[in-house]
């Protein structure tokens, strides 16, 4: 059960990385009027951001089943 949780803290935190640096890059390729590499990098964060929300809502629904019990 601990590993499971240590992978879920690891997965999420990895997203979260992810999408900062994507944010950063993104900033970067607004500042130089990248339009199509900033187009595909906010397509980019938002899957990620979508990743990260159906992660968070599968531990919810574990740890509502845990209740349920």
């Not at 935190?13 to 009027?33: C, H, P, V």
């Not at 990743?51 to 740890?63: C, F, R, V, W």
Request: aromatic residues 2%.
């Amino acid at each position: 059960m601990i590993c499971q949780d240590y992978d879920s803290v690891y997965a999420v935190d990895e997203l979260l990385r992810k999408i900062r640096i994507k944010e950063s890059q993104l900033k970067i390729a607004q500042e130089s009027n990248l339009l199509h590499t900033s187009e595909a990098l906010n397509n980019q964060i938002l899957d990620l951001r979508r990743k990260l929300s159906e992660s968070q809502d599968t531990e919810m629904q574990a740890l509502m089943s845990l209740l349920d019990d």
